[in-house]
């Protein structure tokens, strides 16, 4: 479903869609890893949890901010 959208919607050509999708499979499986060791070694589970989903929070409130449409010729409301 990636490669369709990173390929329909993006425009890129199949071999770069291709690597975009393989690289998030990647990291959606790495990065726990990642969160676990950070939990056991230096923060504990509870901290961890709280720091990363700050992290997650912040990353969602980009994503929600990129997405507002900008026109300079008319006012933006939020």
Do not use: C, Q
């Not at 490669?3 to 393989?22: I, K």
């Amino acid at each position: 479903m990636l490669v369709l959208y990173v390929r329909n919607f993006l425009m890129l050509n199949e071999d770069t869609a291709t690597s975009v999708f393989h690289a998030f499979a990647f990291f959606a499986y790495f990065f726990p890893l990642v969160g676990a060791i950070i939990a056991d070694s230096y923060w504990g589970k509870y901290r961890t949890i709280l720091y990363l989903s700050i992290v997650y929070v912040l990353g969602h409130g980009v994503k929600t901010v990129s997405a507002i449409p900008y026109i300079p010729s008319h006012e933006t409301h939020m």
